[in-house]
């Protein structure tokens, strides 16, 4: 897909300083196989770690699905995957390595709270479709969020 695929409806392109948003806004290039399984892979966590949230909120308490030093080595491998996935050790690597390590890893925990509190709870995702739901919100939220995380690099950059 050409840069030319990019340009708005009304045949412009795309550039006008008062349309607020010019070279602002990240084309399809700046997307990476890595980025979109993080967001697919985020949008599940974050559904799960909603009924994960409900479950603790209620008469579950963190730590009964898994043992709680096992959630501190999947936070752990998070963080070293992070870093061997960039190559090289810089701050911003090990900045990057801290916050996914932190996100995800928040989410993983609720999200096998959540499971554990699905499996005894069917139901709950079961009625009116709520879990359909729960998953459609968390796919756009985990959409916005990475193009987000696009259009700051790409204003860093420019």
């Not at 770690?49 to 909120?57: N, P, V």
């Not at 928040?106 to 499971?115: I, K, P, T, Y």
């Amino acid at each position: 897909m050409g840069t030319d695929d990019r340009r708005p409806a009304d045949g412009s392109s795309g550039d006008d300083p008062d349309s607020g948003l010019g070279d602002a806004v990240p084309g399809t290039e700046a997307t990476t196989g890595y980025g979109i399984t993080l967001t697919l892979i985020g949008a599940v966590l974050l559904a799960l770690a909603y009924y994960g949230l409900e479950a603790i909120q209620g008469a579950r308490q963190l730590g009964q699905a898994v043992p709680t030093p096992f959630y501190g080595l999947a936070v752990a491998a998070l963080f070293v995957l992070e870093l061997l996935q960039r190559g090289r050790l810089s701050v911003l690597t090990i900045a990057r390595g801290l916050v996914l390590a932190t996100v995800y890893g928040g989410l993983f925990v609720l999200a096998v709270e959540g499971g554990a509190y699905l499996s005894e709870n069917p139901a709950v995702a079961l009625e009116g479709y709520a879990g359909v739901t729960v998953f459609a919100v968390a796919l756009v939220v985990a959409a916005v969020v990475y193009v987000g995380y696009l259009t700051v690099l790409e204003t860093d950059r420019g």
